[in-house]
């Protein structure tokens, strides 16, 4: 039976991913619940945006504090050897290679890496924060998202057509589907969720997918 | 005489706020390091056609406890006061959620330039540290990079971006003392650290008020000589 | 697990750092902020062929109380370890003082850059923030600017400069926490604390570790994701 | 009778030049001094590029604290108001114009108010320092040398043969037998030390000097 993974089953997917030591950027949504699903022996730092390296789990708005929130306006809680500083050490620290992985959200990732994240062109008008700057300066870029768009709409694609956040950065994509990789030959599909075939996926996604040799349901 | 920058009123502090100005508007985005008192003062003062440097145009709810009354930005947009806005995040997250900037935004009646985060940072710092401009690696490729140069440095491609003043910053920090030393708290440090350096006349809302010395020198964030006016919360307020 | 960043002592902290390494060294100039130890473990490891990036090449006397045994830069000098500094005040202020520097230079043994002070800062802040190049207003018109891009921006002329990165960065602190987060004293800040941000591999010389959580993350100047090793002084060389 | 000017007495000219609130920045020798003849009732905030704000006077080494000291590399002492910050963050403050006044150490000041201070041709390497960027960055620099060198050279020259520091950025010299400002019209004499005339500083004065219509005897 197919079974599309869900968001927490993701978002724990994309927490494997975190090696000791790791320092960490994640977006709103699904990414930040990785934050729950560190493994175990691993010491990950959290980093955000607006100037905070450090904190522990997410809180409840009833148990927050509003002068410790994270970019995404979330209520984080304080850790020891937490710090605080400037907006602009905050995004010194990620253009400078210091940030070594970004979970982020995706409306569109392209063939060769390229993502689309800030921008609706329907509304409009855009939200930039700080999507183009982890684009461009964390060093492993892995997004999560829907295979699809709620109408069927393919979201991994030959090229972008949503206005773009940053070319060539992402890594690694991890969908409700399957989990691709991103490299110099093209996308490799590495794992699908339970009960789906290459062919399932490849159906889904607008370039042709290179299949692993091992490929494999996904385990966490 | 020894110096002292504190005044007795918002109002007072942004009285002589001109028509045309621009001004930056501290804090992130919640009611953590907003100045929401001066920007009340500064809608009840009236100044028009102003250009706002501000990382959102105010954003409801964010970061903040069910039923808490935040006073933002986005009162200066219900008010008509603004015809520019530099932002990084101008509207709210939700395609639903329609804020007064995004209505002024729709009608036509506010300009706006969005930036890439790490680089309004970046610019703001620039002109707080008389660098005139930079290049960064952020958003090339990307439509907000149109109209700017791009140039090569050991391979990689870069921006020019240039920095960013203004005649006004209006920021919130935690404590300064009469010389204008403050200090912030926590990550309501935000942008209001490096508004105080890049703006003509800074203007800062502060919890508290202490004695010259009361600040430890190896603490302050920022040193007094940004600092040109001062006024204290109500304690009811803060 | 926890993260330690803390190793037994100097020698195994500088152990690896090879022949033709771009090494920056911090502090000031006098003995405040100078990593000594780091330094003296560096010359007794002997590489060779090394940048040396240095607000200065050693100072005699700089800062220092009568009688006090300084060791500085001086001393990979002495022992022809480097090939080429990059410094802002490279010789001792009177003419009649000759350094061990200003030896190895006279004799052509050692290449020179010489760069303005605030350049310099801004070249390693530039190192640290991911920031290829800026336009300082700084040295128009000077020596120093020759070979440099001029470039005029609201009628001001601005010279180019390039971010300034290394492999290695020796620095002292007052305190380290065991991730690395640093506090430091004074007027000892200074240059290490942009050198721990603009290098691969940043080796900390403090006064004392505590465990972590005890350092204010207020008051923390550098946060621990910079920093790769510690060592602390033996007591009575503090 | 000719009395040219001491050190004391050329700092203490030179301290009247700061007013109320004034950010100061005093490079090494004759500029130091001046820290110690603030005039009565005004507060005056030091600067240095080292990385601080708001220190006191200079203390004598045996009172020092290698952790307070000047770029000079003196030793002062601590005030309340005082701060501590990045040598960037000093650099910051002089560029963006937050230092109202520098007095410095002058090797030769042009007729348009070009300034050489950071070397000696003869000696083949400089010490740059700050000065540069004090030059570039301050609002009003203020040189204090003597009015020629121990050999009989010149100072106050057409055009600096020595290498610049910063070009027409001098405001004021004084020196040990007058103050010259440098205005758009050239240098203009406005006060002479105890028993000069005009015509003995124009002397020993390269450029021709526009005297002052109130041109007087330095007052302290």
Known sequence: MKQP???ETMAMRAARELQDGNVVNLGI????????????????IFHSENGVLGF?????????????INAGGQ???????????????????????????????????????DLANWMMPNRGIGNVGGSMDLAAGAGKIIVTMEHVTKDGQMKIVRKCSYPVTGLACVSLVITDLAVIEVTPKGLVLREVAPGYTAQDIQAVTEPKLIVAKDLKEVSL | MPINKVLPSFAAAVADIPNGATVMIGGF?????????????LRNQGARDLTVISNTAGLPGFAAHT??????????????????????????RSMSQISAFMKAWQAGEVELEVVPQGTYAERLRAGGAGIAAFYTPTAVGTQLAKGK?????????????RALKADYALIHAHKADKMGNLVYKGTSRSFNVHMATAAKVTIVEVDEIVETGELDPEHIVTPGIYVNRIVARPKERR
């Open chain 1, 5 to 7: 993974m869900d968001h």
């Open chain 1, 29 to 44: 949504g699904i990414p930040g619940l990785a934050s729950n699903f560190i493994p175990e022996g691993r010491s990950v």
């Open chain 1, 56 to 68: 522990g789990p997410l809180l409840d708005e009833s148990d927050g504090d509003v002068d410790l």
């Open chain 1, 75 to 113: 209520f984080v809680s304080a850790m020891p050897g937490m710090s605080f500083f400037s907006p602009a050490d905050a995004f010194a620290m990620i253009r400078s290679g210091h940030i070594d992985v970004t979970i982020m959200g995706g409306l569109q990732v392209s063939e060769r890496g």
């Open chain 2, 29 to 41: 985005a919640g009611p953590g390091g907003m100045p929401s008192n001066l920007i009340l003062a």
């Open chain 2, 67 to 92: 039923g808490q009354t935040i006073i933002n930005q986005s009162v200066l947009f219900e008010n008509k006061q603004v015809k520019k806005l530099i932002a990084t995040y101008p509207v709210p």
């Open chain 2, 149 to 161: 140069e791009v140039r090569t440095f050991d391979g990689r491609d870069y921006l020019l971006e």
